[in-house]
């Protein structure tokens, strides 16, 4: 009675799928953070600046002016931004605006400047469409969703081959009973 109740395998979490998993709940709750508390800029990437501070090289930032608009100079020159702007253009590069005050600015570099969630959005569909692609070819199908024929398919019929009017088939089969000689 021993083999009558056998427990029942558990099956482990592929490493790649818990490893998505978790950078998923990660990316999950920081944002969620985000929507709680929005004016607390958490993202690590992001520079925040005050006035007299560098932001584009030798760039710096200037404060608002009186009517709101920002201000940014160099050694001799002077570039005011509306209020409404979202980069801030200088010597060949640019620097996205995500927040300003009247003492402060917050900008990031244009790659760091992409939301979070797209880049988990866009990191789980390729993924998903890797993990797709790579299960279709070991089940030896790309286009379709079924499988491909294990045997192989008869492209012309061919009559049975006989012999003195006997129908035999292709194979060699011996015979089970043993042959008695008559004597």
């Given at each position: 009675?021993?083999?009558?109740?056998?427990?029942?395998?558990?099956?482990?979490?592929?490493?790649?799928?818990?490893?998505?998993?978790?950078?998923?709940?990660?990316?999950?709750?920081?944002?969620?953070?985000?929507?709680?508390?929005?004016?607390?800029?958490?993202?690590?990437?992001?520079?925040?600046?005050?006035?007299?501070?560098?932001?584009?090289?030798?760039?710096?930032?200037?404060?608002?002016?009186?009517?709101?608009?920002?201000?940014?100079?160099?050694?001799?020159?002077?570039?005011?931004?509306?209020?409404?702007?979202?980069?801030?253009?200088?010597?060949?590069?640019?620097?996205?605006?995500?927040?300003?005050?009247?003492?402060?600015?917050?900008?990031?570099?244009?790659?760091?400047?992409?939301?979070?969630?797209?880049?988990?959005?866009?990191?789980?569909?390729?993924?998903?469409?890797?993990?797709?692609?790579?299960?279709?070819?070991?089940?030896?199908s790309i286009l379709s969703?079924?499988?491909?024929?294990?045997?192989?398919?008869?492209?012309?019929?061919?009559?049975?081959?006989?012999?003195?009017?006997?129908?035999?088939?292709?194979?060699?089969?011996?015979?089970?009973?043993?042959?008695?000689?008559?004597?």
């Amino acid at each position: 009675m021993t083999g009558r109740f056998r427990t029942r395998a558990v099956r482990r979490i592929p490493g790649p799928l818990l490893f998505l998993v978790v950078v998923l709940a990660g990316i999950s709750i920081f944002e969620l953070y985000r929507w709680i508390i929005p004016l607390q800029s958490l993202n690590p990437l992001w520079h925040e600046v005050t006035i007299g501070e560098p932001v584009i090289d030798s760039w710096l930032y200037g404060g608002r002016d009186e009517e709101g608009y920002l201000r940014f100079y160099d050694q001799a020159q002077t570039i005011v931004v509306p209020p409404t702007a979202h980069t801030f253009a200088a010597d060949g590069q640019f620097v996205v605006i995500e927040e300003f005050s009247s003492s402060s600015l917050t900008f990031a570099e244009p790659f760091e400047a992409i939301p979070v969630s797209w880049i988990a959005i866009g990191g789980v569909g390729f993924l998903a469409s890797l993990w797709l692609l790579f299960r279709r070819l070991r089940r030896g199908s790309i286009l379709s969703g079924g499988s491909l024929r294990r045997s192989p398919l008869i492209l012309r019929h061919k009559p049975p081959f006989t012999i003195a009017g006997k129908r035999t088939s292709k194979r060699f089969r011996a015979s089970r009973r043993p042959h008695h000689s008559k004597q």
